[in-house]
């Protein structure tokens, strides 16, 4: 079993920048895969970003790709989505997971957090 924690969301201005956190509980945080998902009001929940166990693999969606980071730190069972440029459009709850394998589909993740709250002004 894993169990993940979100934290770090908040109000910021377009243009400005968020750290959000992801602690998982759990001796074997380093061979899961994590993901970020994110779901706007209205819309379904879509991916955002992932890292393989190992940290080799990583993957965005085209709409974040160069203004999001996803990073781990095994020491910490913690993982990060520093975001970066951030537009009204990445308003959305975001959701952190935990899979098996590294991968983009929402399906393939076992375990999830609570969700945190960003919201971004114009």
């Known amino acids: 079993q894993v169990q993940l924690v979100e934290s770090g969301g908040g109000l910021v201005q377009a243009g400005g920048s968020l750290r959000l956190s992801c602690a998982a509980s759990g001796r074997t945080f380093s061979t899961y895969a994590m993901a970020w998902f994110r779901q706007a009001p209205g819309k379904e929940r879509e991916f955002v970003a992932a890292i393989s166990g190992s940290a080799r693999n990583i993957y965005y969606a085209d709409s974040v790709k160069g203004r999001f980071t996803i990073s781990r730190d095994r020491a910490k069972n913690t993982v990060y989505l520093q975001m970066n440029s951030l537009k009204p459009e990445d308003t959305a709850v975001y959701y952190c997971?935990?899979?098996?394998?590294?991968?983009?589909?929402?399906?393939?993740?076992?375990?999830w957090g609570q969700g945190t709250q960003v919201t971004v002004s114009s």
């Open positions: 997971a935990a899979a098996s394998r590294v991968g983009v589909f929402e399906k393939e993740y076992d375990y």
